[in-house]
C-alpha cells in the first residue's frame, strides 16, 4: 500500500465526510462537488470533450482519448447518491480509462432526485443505451459502467437487458456499487466509522429522496433481486472498509449464482470509488490498469458478429 492511501483516508474521513454528515441541501453538495472534481480531478493532455445528444433527445458527454483504437464504447453512469454528480465531476476517471484502453466514453445525463425520484434515472439511462446502439454503435463494442449508485443503474440496466432481450454489451463494470436497498449487509453497521467518504445516515437520506415510497425490493430497483442469466461478464472492485463492501459481494453472488463470469476485487482499507483519486492515489491508477486489461480481454458475445 502507498503512503498517500492512510493520509487521503484521514483527510476525507474528519474533513470530507464530516462535512457531508453535516450538509442536508443537496444543491450545495452538487455544487461543492463539481468544484472539487475541477480543481483536483484531471483527464490526461489531449483528451477531448464534447456534449452531444444521441437519437430520441439524449444527452451525453462524450470522452475521447488523445488516440482511440478500435470501436469500443464505454457508456458510464456515474454516482453521486441518485441526488449529485454529474458526467462532468465523473469525466477525469474515464478518460483515464479511455487512454488505456483506447475507447470512446459516452456518460449519459441522467436526471437527478428529489427533483426527479425513482424511476426517471432508470428510465434516462435505458433510453441513453438504446438510442447509444440507435445511433449505429453495435452492442457488442459497448461496454457498460458505473460507480456507488451508478454501480446500482449499472446493474438495473444489466437486467433490463437481459429481461428485455435487448443486444447484450461486450461487459459490464463497477466501482463500489450500491445495490441493497434493503440493507441485508453486515458491513452497514460493521463499517459505518471506517468509511472514509459516506456518512451512513446521509446515504440513506439520499436513498429515500430517490425511492420516495417506491418498492426497494421491486427487481427493476434492487439488483439483488433481478435475474442476470445470459448476462455478459462483469468486473466489480470495493474496498473492505466500505460501508458497500457487501453490496458488492452480494452482488457478485448473485450474478455467479446465475452463471456471469465475475472478476470480483476487494482491496484493503481504501476509499469508496478510490479510482476517482486517480491524480494522487497510486492504487487508483493500478485498479484502472488492471480494468483496462480486463476490458481489452474481453471476447464479443457469442451472439454478436
Known sequence: MSLIR??????????????????????????RFALTARLFFHAPRGT?????????GCDVLEVMPRQTAGDLVIFYIH????????????AAMLAQL??????????????????????AAIEDVENAYLALIHSGVDAGNIIIGGDSAGGALTFNLLGQIVASHWPMPR??????????????????????????????????????SYLAGADQKNPRISALDANYQG?????????????????????QQRLKDQGVAVK???????????????NILPEARQTLDELASWIKALPRPANES
Open 98 to 119: 479511455a487512454t488505456r484502453t483506447g475507447a470512446r466514453v459516452v456518460m449519459p445525463r441522467y436526471r437527478l432526485a428529489p427533483e426527479f425520484p425513482y424511476p
Open 264 to 278: 470480483f476485487r476487494e482491496a484493503h482499507d481504501l476509499p469508496h470509488v478510490w479510482p476517482i483519486f486517480h
Open 171 to 208: 461487459g459490464a463494470f463497477s466501482f463500489s456499487p450500491f445495490v441493497d436497498f434493503a440493507h441485508r449487509g453486515a458491513s452497514l453497521r460493521e463499517n459505518a466509522t471506517r468509511e472514509a467518504v459516506l456518512p451512513v445516515e446521509r446515504a440513506e437520506q439520499w436513498v429515500q
Open 231 to 251: 448476462a455478459s461478464p462483469v468486473w466489480i472492485s470495493v474496498g473492505d472498509t466500505e460501508i458497500l463492501r457487501d453490496d458488492a459481494r452480494r452482488i
Open 79 to 90: 454516482g453521486g447518491g441518485f441526488v449529485f454528480g454529474s458526467p462532468e465531476t465523473h
Open 48 to 56: 477531448r470533450l464534447a456534449k452531444l445528444t444521441l437519437p430520441d
Open 6 to 31: 492512510p493520509l487521503l483516508n484521514f483527510y476525507l474521513r474528519t474533513i470530507e465526510k464530516r462535512r457531508l454528515a453535516k450538509t442536508a441541501d443537496v444543491a450545495v453538495i452538487r455544487k
